[in-house]
């Protein structure tokens, strides 16, 4: 019993266990001022417990970048910056162009994760390890 113990507590210390790539999808629904649902489905890599991902094209309406560190205990605050894509997918119809930035909350373990960022909708990140 003892040796499982101090098994996950080596494995919970250790910074560098999430590193490799990631399969994200961020899902956001339908907003109550009647922005569009829509779903991104990315790949993120993390390096020495550090996650980087992209989607869409860096500097044109529709990217978003996702980034920041993992805990060794799996715990994360990501930084998502972006560029809103069309009006019709975006909180009050906000113009094409615009930047944006959400702070991500997030828990990883060895294959999975779960994220959210809240906003006047709440959007939900999934991790999964291909």
Same mark, same amino acid.
């Given at each position: 019993?003892?040796?499982?113990? =101090?098994?996950?507590?080596?494995?919970?210390? $250790? %910074?560098?266990?999430? $590193? =490799?790539?990631?399969?994200?999808?961020?899902?956001?629904?339908?907003?109550?001022?009647?922005?569009? %649902?829509?779903?991104?489905?990315?790949?993120?890599?993390?390096?020495?417990?550090?996650?980087?991902?992209?989607?869409? *094209?860096?500097?044109?309406?529709?990217?978003?970048?996702?980034d920041g560190p993992i805990q060794?205990?799996?715990?994360?605050?990501? $930084?998502?910056? =972006?560029?809103?894509?069309?009006?019709? #997918?975006?909180?009050?119809?906000?113009?094409?162009?615009? %930047? #944006? *930035? *959400?702070?991500?909350?997030?828990?990883?373990?060895?294959?999975?994760?779960?994220?959210?960022?809240?906003?006047?909708?709440?959007?939900?990140?999934?991790?999964?390890?291909?």
């Amino acid at each position: 019993m003892l040796a499982a113990l =101090g098994a996950t507590a080596v494995e919970a210390a $250790d %910074p560098g266990r999430f $590193d =490799g790539s990631w399969a994200v999808t961020l899902a956001c629904p339908g907003s109550p001022d009647g922005a569009a %649902p829509f779903t991104f489905r990315f790949v993120a890599n993390v390096k020495d417990g550090v996650l980087h991902g992209e989607n869409g *094209h860096a500097g044109q309406p529709g990217w978003m970048s996702l980034d920041g560190p993992i805990q060794p205990d799996g715990a994360a605050v990501l $930084d998502a910056n =972006g560029i809103a894509g069309h009006a019709a #997918y975006n909180i009050n119809a906000t113009q094409a162009g615009t %930047p #944006y *930035h *959400h702070s991500v909350t997030a828990h990883f373990d060895a294959a999975r994760g779960t994220g959210q960022w809240v906003t006047v909708r709440a959007c939900d990140f999934t991790f999964v390890r291909p």
